[in-house]
């Protein structure tokens, strides 16, 4: 098997002659001369494999070793040694290094061991993919017993059912629309092929659009010359997430409602369509409805993807799964920890169930690691809930005002009311306070995505 090996190392002669075995046994090379092009060479392009010199000048091949060696898909590196290095080298394997070779390399050595380190790196992309599916497994399926939920549930049975109906899953933020959305899949014909998630919010429109349709050859500066499929052609016979389908430009949705009316797409820089077989799941936290009326969201392309509607109900409007949940997550953690917990004491169940939840389930579940981690082997006490919003039970009925204060003792809200959007509205001001006015801050700490704080400081008139 062909692969693109980096090879870097000091000396020119040197270069060019393991460059020229590796070319004899099929593999594409590029060169580098120091650590500094070498990690350049490996952002601008595609590298599998790295041979690299420990004695290359300013960064050694040592200190440069975890940068290269380290990362999702990072290359597999071999080391170059001279033959009173071997101690060295084998310090290098401790630390990331697949194997290493003695100078002058030979033809009849390299050869294996390249084979050997295509090979290891296959094996670490397979292990973190196992561990991937692992983790996603313990963490559990849509969880629940409320008729709210078993509703959502009975509609992803039936959807399950037609593998190609296009599905859009709408909820606010941290409810758990992947985990909806994964259902779906898993519980169709499709299961057997890839499910694939991008949020549409996190990358730039030209990035977002190189990543769903893929590139050929050349088609942008620093684009890899051997192209590179983009998550339509890598979902064949699976599903595709679209999570915050509604931070999507008008020209990326003209272009994707394409994809979905005659199930073809296109690379970038190509001139030719390419059939696919994958079936869209798209969600969003924002109103579709509202934004097609403002213009910003196509009318068309927001039927063809509400063929099937799930709406995932917040954590408030299925308060009763909350002792469920919260249990669920707390066997996740307590496997996860090594710890041993006896439930939660019943004061700090009473507060799960009346607090708020403005992040919905993953604020619940990022609580519940917050007191795994905090607390000893034995009951969860509400002191390790850290959850510092008063609860209607702790305010009490009385038509007392709750007052949201800057740390110079000045109110910055009063309400009267116990409403939770009174509540919520105090909250989400003492926060924004706390973190200075840093937005992106403020939706850390409330346990949000920056889209739902700022949806929310916009309906309730705080974005000014």
Known sequence: ???????????????????????????ETIEADSATSAQACIAAHEIDLVLLDLGLPGKSG??????????????????????????????????????FLQKPVRLEVLEPALARAVAARRVRHERDRLRGELARLQAGPVVGESGAIRAVLDVVERVAATPRTTVLIQGESGVGKELVARAVHDRSSRARGP?????CAALAEGLLESELFGYEPGAFTGASSKGKDGLFAQAEGGSLF??????LGLELQAKLLRVLQERVYRRVGASNDRPMDVRILASTNRD???????????????????????RVPPLRERVEDIPILATHFLAHFEREFRKSFSGFAPAALTRLVEYGWPGNVRELRNAVERAALLAPDGEIQIAHLRLDAPSPR?????????????SEGRPLLAVDDFSLASVERALILRVLSEAEGNRSRAARMLGVNRTTLYNKLKAYALDA
Do not use: K, W
């Open 394 to 406: 702790e305010l009490g009925h009385a038509p007392t005002a709750l007052a949201t204060v800057t």
């Open 288 to 310: 579709l409805n509202a934004m097609v009326a403002a213009g910003t969201f196509r009318e068309d392309l927001y039927y063809r993807l509400n063929v099937m509607s799930i």
């Open 195 to 199: 499910f694939l998630a991008v949020n």
């Open 1 to 27: 098997m062909a692969v693109r090996i980096l090879v870097v190392d000091d000396e020119p002669l040197v270069r060019s002659t393991i460059s020229a075995l590796c070319r004899a046994l099929g593999h």
């Open 62 to 99: 040592m200190q440069a070793l975890p940068e290269l060696a380290q990362g999702e898909d990072a290359p597999s590196v071999i080391i170059l040694t001279g033959l009173g290095d071997v101690p060295t080298a084998v310090e290098a394997m401790r630390r990331g290094a697949t194997d």
């Open 242 to 247: 679209l999570d915050e389908i509604g931070e």
